[in-house]
């Protein structure tokens, strides 16, 4: 399984991008899927993950962020919105064959997010 992550940016406080990661591959393996980020000396963390039932999000970006994903080919989207400065980081999409909503098994490049105040 291959990922590609597109849809990183600079952007100003207060506004929105949508990222989207695309699998490849034995893309019918995949049971999750989700996204990470990492700032400028700290750990990666989970944001979001998502499998066919249900969707996890971390709680600072409840209500602010969506993860989505149509069907099992699909790729899988996240739509930030009213995003802030302590948004900004590495964002790395991730999948898995089991249904576990931090995936890890596989990863894809990161895509840069910069919010600047």
């Known amino acids: 399984v291959q990922l590609q992550a597109f849809g990183g940016g600079s952007v100003q406080a207060g506004g929105s991008l949508r990222l989207s990661c695309v699998p490849s591959g034995n893309t019918l393996s995949i049971k999750s899927m989700g996204w990470y980020r990492q700032a400028s000396g700290s750990q990666r963390e989970l944001v979001a993950g998502?499998?066919?039932?249900?969707?996890r999000l971390a709680k600072s970006v409840v209500g602010r962020f969506t993860i989505s994903r149509d069907d099992a080919e699909s790729p899988v989207y996240l739509q930030m919105n009213s995003l802030k400065p302590e948004d900004t980081g590495v964002y790395y999409c991730?999948?898995?064959?089991?249904?576990?909503?931090?995936?890890?098994?596989?990863w894809g490049h990161g895509t840069l997010v910069t919010v600047s105040s």
């Open positions: 998502i499998n066919k039932s249900t969707t």
């Open positions: 991730a999948a898995n064959p089991s249904v576990r909503l931090d995936p890890t098994a596989y």
